[in-house]
């Protein structure tokens, strides 16, 4: 039993903290959108030093190396508060080297490796949220190519994005997730509308149109009618770098700093109070590590980084509530970093599965009870 | 060596054998009928097993192994002081730490004048302020029954010498407070989970409806990050870890709490059973409440935390 790192990975850890000095704040509280000419860089950054590709088996052009750099990694980006984890050089170039045929590889894997290529996951709708399979957005085969007509919604980042991760039926409705293709969409495809959904921390969200666009065959990843599988498998992949500790780790950090610059740390109740989000944060910091213990031994990690993805965002609610509960009006001031965080951690919660479809995993794979009704 | 949360396999024995002396030694009849007093014999095997000398140059293990046997204690929710008797062995020493580990004597930790154990107390750990002295009985006990059912009393004490209770000695008691309060959670959460997988109401089981299985979910949530803790703490105790004192009051902050929230929640998906006496739930929950409260509580933890984070 033990819970620390090797020196080889700690040695690595010093190197990336060392990188990302030039890199704190870049994306504070993930709002790429304001930011995304900087974020792009930061990726090619990353890219330079074969960063984003360090778990992608060797044969894909990655390092091969273990679980544990990623987490590493993605958990000290976070803690530098510099970007969210990328799509492109995750879930898409994992997918891709397992499920691409060769041509495919070569094609889309090199640039993403360097930074250059960068995605949107477009896979909800308007009546397809934590339920997936009621996917409705229509690919239908004309010779080589698949013509796309539909609608996705919520789709983060996809305003600067390239390419458009899509989920579409390719299949009868009633095949559910039986028959769902998964397509790389280019979104400059004439066709495809991109409009922002403002969201309360001053970002956006997307929804995007699809009119009769024109999608060539050798773009669908994976077999017709079988990215269903694929989904799970791609999820599976990213658990150990999905909501990484050092974000909440972070976020107290500043609370306490912030408590502390005006003068309320002497206050029983706010000492109260961030004695016990400090405990929260280190349950936080314990369920990141049962993630990566888990996929370190080869088990899926599913049910911890469902309890993961549970605690994390719900802790990070509860350090932007706090600090709002003790700091009396000066936290209301627009700009202040407590009344942004309190804004922007209620997307935490909802995005990249909501906590209920989370407590269901948990309920279902580790105490055996259906929580589906 | 990366990182790698399970227990070693000479760990997992240690647990093992705790958990088959529990089982034979200790269950769920003995437990219920022990409230009110603590069997002395039973008391001297637990200590047979080497458990309560972990930890110490005598002892067979380090604290790694005493979180591996308190994970089945509490599990089975074994009776007697044992985060007292864990920091007793840290702060007494030669032969009174041999009496201790070999379960002959009884340690009552507390502020006087009410005592945990008192009646049945060989030595007592008197809370003096910041300190820790070694103290003697002046005059009779008198008996206290308490939620937990465990025998305290109050007794006048006279304080002597104040004790070497260092960082190394509290971490060690907060930590085998940790690992015994998520075990005996975890076990009421799995025990409330297999009722609502059995337990059939509208014509189907209860573990089917979100209202039942969300709670057991969160809280299974929380006693995994609280069991993850414990054992982080116990690892930072055997390689010296500098953060070692903040470690262990975090397990012991958030393992209380977890297994408090998760008393209530399983107290509440038993429904009218969950308030019987001959319930489920009761001879869990009383023991829970009180390890989260006795002595001392948990504000020295919360202090060691507060410092760790700049604000002492």
């Given at each position: ?83 969210r984890t990328p799509l492109a050089s995750g879930i898409v170039a994992k997918t ?16 993403i490796?360097?930074?250059?290529s960068h995605f949107s996951l477009a ?32 789709q983060s980042y996809a305003?600067?994005m390239?390419y458009l991760w ?68 791609a999820?599976?992949?990213e ?135 | ?312």
């Open positions: 039993m033990n819970p620390t790192f090797s020196a080889e990975e700690e040695a690595f850890r010093a190197e990336v903290v060392s990188f990302l000095a030039d890199y704190r704040d870049l994306d504070a509280f993930f709002l790429q959108g304001h930011h995304w000419p900087r974020v792009k860089a930061f990726f090619a950054a990353l890219a330079e030093r074969g960063w984003l590709s360090l778990g992608w088996p060797v044969a894909a052009g990655g390092s091969g190396l273990p679980l544990s750099y990623e987490y590493i990694l993605w958990d000290e980006v976070a803690y530098a508060r510099a970007a891709i080297a397992r499920y691409g045929d060769a041509a495919q590889c070569l094609h889309w894997l090199p640039p490796r360097r930074g250059e896979y909800s709708e308007p009546e397809a949220g934590s339920d997936l399979a009621a996917v409705r957005c229509r690919a239908e085969r004309r010779g080589g190519v698949y013509v796309v007509n539909g609608q996705k919604c919520w305003q600067d390239d899509t989920l579409v039926r390719t299949g009868a409705q009633q095949s559910r997730g039986r028959g769902l293709s998964l397509l790389i969409i280019d979104k400059r495809t004439p066709g495809v509308t991109v409009n922002p959904l403002p969201t309360l921390d001053g970002d956006q969200l997307n929804e995007v149109f699809f009119d009769e666009v024109s999608v060539p065959v050798d773009q669908r990843i994976g077999p017709e009618d079988g990215a269903w599988k694929i989904m799970a498998e999820l599976a992949d658990r150990h770098i999905q909501f990484p500790p050092g974000r909440v780790r972070r976020d107290l950090e500043e609370v306490i700093s912030w408590a502390r610059n005006r003068g309320l740390t002497g206050d029983p109740r706010v000492r109260a109070a961030l004695a016990d989000l400090a405990v929260r944060a280190a349950e936080v910091e314990a369920c990141g590590l049962r993630v990566l213990d888990a996929m370190l031994r080869g088990q899926s990690g599913a049910v911890e980084a469902a309890a993961n993805k549970v605690i994390h965002t719900v802790v990070c609610q509860e350090v932007a509530r706090a600090a709002l509960d003790f700091g009396g009006p000066a936290a209301l001031v627009a700009g202040e970093r407590v009344e942004l965080l309190w804004r922007q951690s209620l997307w935490e919660t909802i995005g990249g599965g909501t906590s209920e479809v989370m407590r269901g995993v948990v309920a279902r794979q580790s105490l055996g009870l259906g929580g589906r009704t | 060596m990366s990182l790698d949360l399970a227990f070693d396999d000479t760990q997992q024995a240690v647990a093992d054998a705790t958990a088959r002396f529990c089982a034979e030694r200790c269950p769920e009849a003995v437990v219920r009928e022990s409230a009110g007093t603590l069997s002395r014999a039973l008391w001297r095997e637990l200590a047979e097993l080497g458990v309560l000398a972990l930890a110490t140059p005598e002892g067979d293990g380090g604290a790694r192994e005493m979180v591996a046997a308190l994970e089945s204690l509490g599990a089975a929710v074994f009776p007697g002081p044992l985060p007292a008797t864990f920091l007793a062995a840290q702060v007494l020493d030669g032969d009174e730490r041999a009496c201790v580990a070999s379960g002959e004597w009884i340690v009552s930790l507390g502020a006087p004048p009410l005592m945990p154990f008192a009646p049945l107390a060989d030595c007592f750990l008197a809370l003096d302020g910041g300190k820790l002295r070694r103290a003697q009985p002046r005059g009779t006990v008198v008996a206290v029954d308490t939620l937990g059912g465990e025998p305290w009393g109050r007794v006048e004490l006279e304080l002597g010498a104040p004790l070497d209770a260092g960082t190394r000695a509290w971490a060690l008691h907060d930590t085998a407070l940790a690992a015994y309060a998520a075990a005996a959670g975890q076990a009421l959460v799995l025990a409330t989970a297999e009722h609502a997988r059995t337990r059939t109401q509208f014509g189907r089981a209860i573990g089917e409806f979100q209202a039942v299985a969300h709670p057991l979910a969160d809280a299974r949530i929380r006693l995994d990050a609280a069991t993850t803790l414990a054992r982080i703490a116990a690892h930072a105790w055997d390689t010296g870890a500098g953060d070692l004192r903040a470690r262990a009051a975090v397990a012991r902050l958030s393992a209380a709490r977890g297994a408090l929230a998760a008393a209530y929640t399983c107290h509440q998906l038993f429904g009218a059973l969950g308030i019987t006496l001959e319930g489920p739930v009761f001879h869990v929950s009383r023991r829970i409440r009180q390890l989260a409260s006795q002595p001392p509580g948990p504000e020295p933890a919360c202090d060691a935390l507060l410092s760790r984070l700049g604000l002492s």
